[in-house]
């Protein structure tokens, strides 16, 4: 079993940053795909940002490319999302996840990751 994190939501405002951890731990995860997912009530789990086991590639959904910036340290099995220029519709419960297989993809869908974490609320006002 692996257990996920995250940390580092909260209300800020518009243009401002903040940046999310997701801490995992359990097994190690250095060889494996991670993200980051939201989601708003009445909506589907969205895909925000992945990376491969050595961040080799990343990938990011449009709506935040060129503000968010993934990252990972393998060395302390953490996972971040640093989020720039933040907006309004940013809000939303953030979600770490983990793909437990060993394929150098991301996935874009929530039924490809494994393991998910508790969330950590981030609110965005304008």
């Known amino acids: 079993q692996v257990q996920l994190v995250e940390s580092g939501g909260g209300l800020v405002q518009a243009g401002d940053s903040l940046r999310l951890s997701c801490a995992a731990s359990?097994?190690?995860?250095?060889?494996?795909?991670m993200a980051w997912f939201r989601q708003t009530p009445g909506k589907e789990r969205e895909f925000v940002a992945g990376i491969t086991w050595n961040g080799g590639l990343t990938n990011y959904t449009d709506a935040v490319k060129g503000r968010f910036t993934i990252s990972r340290d393998n060395a302390k099995s953490m996972v971040y999302l640093q989020m720039n220029s933040l907006k309004p519709e940013d809000t939303a419960v953030y979600y770490c996840a983990l793909r437990w297989k060993l394929v150098v993809t991301i996935p874009t869908m929530a039924n490809e990751y494994t393991y998910w974490g508790q969330g950590t609320q981030v609110t965005v006002s304008s």
């Open positions: 359990g097994r190690p995860v250095n060889t494996y795909t």
